[in-house]
C-alpha cells in the first residue's frame, strides 16, 4: 500500500526494522533455538510488525483518512469480492511453490544426501537474480497499478530486464565456485558445473516471476492458474528424466 502511494521511504523504514528485530530474535535465542521456537518467532514478528504500523499510523496521522462505520459495512459486503480474487490469485502461486519445493523431496530418492546439498546450495546460488526481478517488480508494480501501464510498454520492460537478468546470472555463474569454496569448503567445488546447467533454468525462472506480475496486475489470473497447471503437468516427467 505504501508503495502504490510511492512512499517507498517510509515503507523501506518499517522493512528495514522488520529485519532488525528478526535478528535481535535470532541473536537472543540462536544458541538454543529449536523447533517450536517458530511459534513463537510468529506470534514475536507480528506483534513487532502491527505495533510499528500502528505508531507509524499515528505519526504520519493516517488514521484521519481512515473511514467510519459506514465505510466498514461497505467492505464487508465487498469481502466475497475480495476472498474471491484471493483464491483464484493464490492458486497458482500455491502451485508454483509447490513447484520450487518438490523436486528436493523427489530428488531424496535418486540421489545421496550429499548431492543434494551440493544440488540445493547450487539452487540458492542461482536464485540470487531473483533480487534483480525483486527490484523491478517493486518499481514496476505500483506504476501499472497508479498508471494502468499498458501492455506494450511492460514488454518494454521486459525487454529492459533481459540485460541485468543475464548479467547477474553470468555473474553468479563465473563466481560460484569461489564463493561456494569459500562458504561451504572443498567439498562443494562442483557447484559451479551445476549452476552453469541450472543458468538457463535461472534466466526462464526470472521472466516467469516478471510476466505473473503482468498477469496479476491485469487481472489475468485465468492464463496465470492455466499456466501454473500445464508447468506442473510438464515439470513432474521432466524432473524424473532429469
Not at 62 to 83: A, M, N, Q
Not at 150 to 158: F, G, K, M
Not at 164 to 191: A, H, K, R, S
Not at 227 to 236: H, M, T
Amino acid at each position: 500500500e505504501l508503495k502504490a502511494r510511492l512512499e517507498i521511504y517510509r515503507a523501506n523504514i518499517l522493512y528495514a526494522l522488520s529485519r532488525v528485530a528478526l535478528l535481535v530474535y535470532v541473536v537472543d535465542h540462536g544458541p538454543t533455538i529449536e523447533v517450536v521456537d517458530v511459534i513463537f518467532y510468529s506470534i514475536y514478528s507480528s506483534v513487532i510488525l502491527m505495533g510499528m504500523l500502528f505508531l507509524a499510523a499515528l505519526w504520519f496521522e493516517d488514521y484521519k483518512k481512515w473511514g467510519v462505520f459506514s465505510d466498514l459495512k461497505r467492505d464487508i459486503k465487498r469481502w466475497r469480492d475480495y476472498l474471491k480474487y484471493s483464491l483464484q490469485a493464490h492458486f497458482g502461486t500455491l502451485i508454483n511453490l509447490f513447484e520450487y519445493r518438490v523436486d528436493a523431496l523427489l530428488a531424496v530418492y535418486f540421489i545421496d544426501l550429499k548431492l543434494l546439498g551440493v544440488y540445493s546450495v547450487a539452487l540458492s546460488f542461482g536464485q540470487l537474480n531473483y533480487y534483480i526481478v525483486n527490484s523491478i517488480n517493486t518499481v514496476l508494480f505500483p506504476t501499472i497499478v497508479r498508471d494502468s501501464m499498458e501492455l506494450s510498454e511492460y514488454l518494454r520492460v521486459l525487454r529492459m530486464a533481459m540485460i541485468p537478468i543475464v548479467l547477474g546470472t553470468c555473474g553468479v555463474v563465473l563466481g560460484v565456485n569461489l564463493l561456494g569454496t569459500i562458504v561451504f569448503g572443498q567439498e562443494y567445488t562442483e557447484i559451479g558445473i551445476y549452476v552453469a546447467l541450472l543458468a538457463p533454468i535461472f534466466v526462464l525462472e526470472s521472466y516467469n516471476r516478471l510476466f505473473a506480475t503482468l498477469l496479476k496486475a491485469h487481472n489475468g489470473l485465468y492464463e496465470f492458474n492455466r499456466i501454473a497447471i500445464y508447468s506442473l503437468c510438464l515439470y513432474f516427467p521432466l524432473l524424473f528424466l532429469f
